[in-house]
């Protein structure tokens, strides 16, 4: 049992990073039918900016005091800005332009990856950087199961989030205008609502929860490096299609449960089937409802 | 820019017989004295690819020097030989009909391709990675551009045929065979792709779009995964001891015959159904398209193709392990795909074989060569959104009475 509560909380801890980027994924395909395949690398990015924005701050921290939460927010809100902009560049350069081809963009998003990938590989070169901690971490046990700051930090923000978002997708005007968008992308311009706005706002959402993401991975496995994204970023693709993709809540589930597979294979079978397992899961999954658990099938009109 | 058209309109009105006529002529010269001009210029033997690698290595010092060689072996005699047999080249096609005269190229375009890189190892390794490519782009050209589904896993059935074909030709046949048996190991390579295929083909039944293209990811992992938990084959540790059967005959071959076969198969009513699928499933269905029969028989045959690259692949590089088939290797074959064109044979064609290129050309340039690629094409995909030769083909792949059905390919 208590074993069993161990891995509960690591499921719960891998998932909730999962689920951050998820929502990236869905999010951008709810509003434009396309998959961001770049997702992966916007979270590397904002890995990569939150570390150096992390030691700019603990050395700035250590001659003038500043409290360890407001370096903390400070470096998450500098990877987000700055992830953002970076997210807002690729989707008016890259993305824009060919939207009305959807096979296109998927190409163009393939190669945006590829490209972020190699410029953080030719500024900060292959090594694997050690994330610097933010936080004290204390291992509090708990009947036995032991959990750390680190770990009730990243599922504290991350569900944060998570209902700050579902908040402002739901109780906003411009959440409103998302949802409107993916549910009739043709109707929308007509009520005098600007779809590229909305786009761009959707991109911005998406790679500011992708940054947290970031930052959250670094401080559970502190290691950032230029390809960290690839199987991270493909894994969260996974969660939200599992989910349903385009369904926001699908994407959230899709993420722990991805997460619990992940952890309770990683228990059961050696670790080196830990990814063959997930992807039979995931494929059993689609093949038992082709849709994701909460994606609806359109119906198509003959 | 008069000048630049003018000179334009007088190259493109020779015939391209006589430009494969000229290289052929360019070729032995450079066999016969390439060499020794090389020397003399002051080169470290003969720039392997028209110098372009040994300008960025040693910096432009020795642009002169490699702008000559390229002038005094390629451009002049090209030019010189191509001018001269423009008059009666077309002649030498004309009388024939079109199956004669098309083996007639592909037999000259083999022997360019011989003389110009079959005696030099670096040439060697870069023309046979092309034809592998050129296998690769094609067959994921079927599913990606001609099917409209989008499949993000060839790498997987490419590592499949490649295990396989390393495996019959290490443990099966005895080393003495050789290149007897290199067909039928690639082929039983082919055949275990083909097999695997099936679980894309399958799913494909009920899931459509994004969803597939997941399934194809997952495959690929459980491809590469299920290898590295396979003790006996080396897992992640990797399989070698093949040797070293792959050369340019065999790439060539084995590239012609999939664009051969490819080509006739798109044309064919089976190939016309996989079409109808991509346009409407369900038009498609109520037209009496037996669509499930459609996407096996499209899926296998892509995977199959797949597989014979994979099992040249491995018999060219002489080492495999799983990880050289995950998804970085599947990325790049859609780069070209896409790159080249959708739907188009002729666009694999050139994508692979100006992928191929580019990657070996910017060799010197390490990382930065995969920021320029992606850049590169993302500005064509911005200009021509279906790639350079989306839903176009050049005019001698496509029957003459189809050939208004087709965008000019021209320009």
């Given amino acids: ?302 | 820019m008069l000048q630049i058209q003018k000179l334009r309109s007088h190259l493109a009105a020779i015939p391209a017989l006589a430009y494969l006529l000229g290289f052929l002529v360019a070729s032995t010269i450079e066999l016969l004295v390439g060499d020794l001009l090389a020397s003399l210029l002051g080169l470290r033997g003969i720039p392997s690819l028209f110098g372009i690698t040994l300008v960025q290595q040693y910096g432009l010092i020795l642009l002169p020097a490699v702008i000559v060689y390229d002038l005094t072996i390629y451009v002049l005699p090209i030019y010189i030989v191509a001018r001269l047999a423009a008059p009666w080249a077309p002649k030498l096609t004309n009388k024939m009909p079109k199956r004669l005269s098309m083996l007639f190229y592909v037999l000259l375009v083999f022997l360019v391709v011989q003389l110009w890189g079959g005696f030099h190892e670096y040439r060697i390794l870069v023309l046979s990675l092309m034809g592998i490519n050129i296998i690769l782009a094609v067959s994921l050209n079927l599913v990606n551009g001609y099917m409209g589904e989008f499949s993000v896993g060839h790498a997987g059935f490419m590592g499949v045929g490649a295990y396989i074909a390393s495996i019959i030709t290490v443990w099966v046949f005895p080393r003495s065979l050789g290149h007897l048996a290199f067909p039928l190991a690639l082929l039983a390579g082919g055949a275990g792709a083909a097999v695997a295929g099936l679980l894309v083909a399958i799913p494909s039944f009920k899931i459509r779009g994004d969803y597939l293209a997941i399934i194809t990811l997952a495959v690929n992992y459980i491809i590469k995964n299920g290898i590295e938990n396979i003790e006996r084959i080396g897992g992640s540790r990797g399989f070698m001891g093949m040797a070293k059967l792959t050369n340019v005959p065999w790439a060539f071959l084995w590239a012609t015959l999939s664009l051969w076969l490819i080509r006739n198969f798109v044309l064919s009513p089976r190939g016309r159904a996989v079409v109808a699928i991509r346009e409407d499933e369900i038009a498609a269905e109520t037209m009496t398209v037996n669509t499930r029969y459609t996407k096996i028989l499209a899926f296998c045959t892509s995977s199959f193709f797949a597989g014979i690259a994979g099992g040249l692949f491995a018999h060219l590089i002489l080492y495999i392990n799983p990880s050289t088939f995950s998804l970085l290797k599947s990325t790049e074959v859609l780069v070209m795909v896409y790159l080249g064109g959708m739907a188009s044979i002729s666009g694999s064609l050139i994508g692979a074989a100006t992928f191929t290129f580019l990657l070996e050309v910017l060799r010197p340039l390490e990382e930065w060569k995969w920021v320029l690629i992606p850049m590169l094409l993302v500005a064509i995909l911005l200009r021509r959104h279906a790639g350079l030769m989306g839903f176009r083909e050049f005019s001698f792949l496509i029957p003459k009475e189809e050939a208004e059905s087709y965008g000019s390919a021209s320009d």
């Fill in chain 1, 1 to 302: 049992m208590v074993y069993f509560l161990q891995q509960f909380i690591n499921a719960v801890q891998l998932g909730s990073i999962y689920a951050l980027i998820a929502l990236g994924y869905s999010m951008v395909y709810g509003v434009l039918r396309f998959i961001n395949f770049a997702h992966g690398d916007i979270f590397m990015v904002g890995a990569l900016l939150a570390y150096f924005a992390a030691g700019f701050l603990i050395r700035l921290a250590s001659q003038v005091p500043i409290p360890a939460a407001l370096v903390f927010m400070g470096s998450m809100l500098f990877s987000m800005v700055g992830t953002t902009l970076i997210a807002l560049l690729i989707e008016k350069v890259a993305y824009r332009p060919l939207r009305q081809h959807r096979l296109s963009v998927v190409i163009t998003a393939l190669g945006m990856g590829v490209l972020l990938e190699h410029v953080a590989l030719v500024i900060v070169g292959p090594w694997r950087l050690s994330f610097p901690l933010l936080v004290t971490d204390h291992v509090y046990r708990v009947a036995g199961v032991s959990i750390s700051t680190i770990q009730l930090l990243i599922i504290f923000v991350s569900i944060l989030l998570m209902l700050i978002l579902e908040f402002f997708v739901q109780k906003t005007k411009q959440g409103m205008a998302m949802r409107a968008i993916s549910y009739d992308r043709e109707t929308l311009p007509l009520m005098g609502v600007s779809v590229n706005q909305i786009v761009s706002l959707t991109f911005a959402v998406a790679s500011c929860l992708a940054a947290a993401g970031g930052l959250l991975y670094g401080h559970a496995y502190p290691i950032v490096e230029p390809y960290m994204g690839i199987m991270v970023g493909w894994k969260s693709f996974i969660s939200a299609v599992v989910g349903g993709i385009g369904s926001i809540r699908g994407a959230m589930l899709g993420g722990f449960i991805l997460g619990f597979v992940e952890i309770g294979a990683g228990a059961v079978f050696p670790s080196r089937m830990r990814d063959l397992i997930s992807f039979v899961v995931l494929m059993s999954v689609l093949l038992v409802r082709p849709t994701g658990i909460f994606g609806v099938a359109r119906r198509q009109k003959v």
